[in-house]
């Protein structure tokens, strides 16, 4: 599973309590937006404000103006704001919250290089292209290792792929050869990353990097 972002062990505990196990399927769960995170109704968190810095030190290894894009998972826009600041001629966001995907559409609607995929990526995988960068930043995706044996082939020659890691620490996942940029973080309050410093994967065949 890729990242589950957690709110503090005690909440975690408070919310199932009231609302019992995580049984629901991450696309069918209630979704709460606040300036700084969002959260799901069993009080996980998807995404956190704090990760901004991260989230465009990702794009930036991945993203360049006339690139062709794919981002997988839209969440608060940290990351997809970011790539379209560096002009890229296309970028395919593939997204399968339906609440996420009515603030998606919003925002993409006067951003005309961005490509809605609606759908959790793997469903939507005969509609990818090819691309000179991937950013792959889903939350409980079933089809992970898919992923990873997928991105080879919807790489261009010298294309590179980054991938949120949630172990904080360098590993080859996957059995793909990256290299890590290490960068200090200072987490807010979470049960997932506490760490001071952060490992951002770069996996790019080919190019000797
Ligand atoms: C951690 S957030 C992404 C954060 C984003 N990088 C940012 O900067 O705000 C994960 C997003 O992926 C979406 N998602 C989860 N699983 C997915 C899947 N299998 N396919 C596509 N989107 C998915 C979630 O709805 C959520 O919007």
Redesign the pocket.
């Known amino acids: 599973m890729v ?1 589950a ?1 957690k709110l503090q062990p005690h909440v975690r505990a408070a919310m199932r309590k009231l609302f019992g196990v995580k049984s629901k399927r ?2 069918d769960r209630s979704l709460t937006f606040t300036d700084s995170a ?1 959260v799901d109704e069993y009080g996980y968190a ?2 956190m404000d704090w ?1 901004r810095d991260i ?1 465009r030190k990702h794009v930036e290894l991945v993203t360049f103006e006339g690139a062709d894009v794919l ?10 704001t970011c790539i379209q600041a560096m002009k890229p001629r296309s970028h395919t966001i ?4 339906p609440d ?1 995907l009515v603030r998606l559409r919003e925002w993409a609607k006067d951003r005309p290089s961005v490509k809605i995929l609606e ?4 469903e939507r995988r005969g509609d990818f292209e090819r691309y000179d960068g991937i ?1 792959y ?5 079933p ?1 992970e290792r898919d992923f990873f044996a997928g991105v080879d082939g919807w790489l261009k020659p010298g294309g590179k792929f980054t991938f ?1 890691n949630q172990l904080a620490k360098p590993r080859n996942k996957h059995g793909l050869d990256c290299t890590y940029v290490e960068v200090p973080v200072n987490p807010d309050p979470n049960d997932y990353h506490n760490a001071k410093r952060y490992y951002i994967p770069l996996y790019a065949p080919g190019t000797g990097a």
Request: hydrophobic content about 45%.
């Open positions: 990242k972002r991450f696309r969002i998807v995404m990760e989230m981002e997988i998972g839209f969440g608060m826009a940290i990351s997809a593939a997204e399968c919250h996420v759908g959790e990526w793997f950013w930043d889903p939350y409980e995706d089809h949120y």
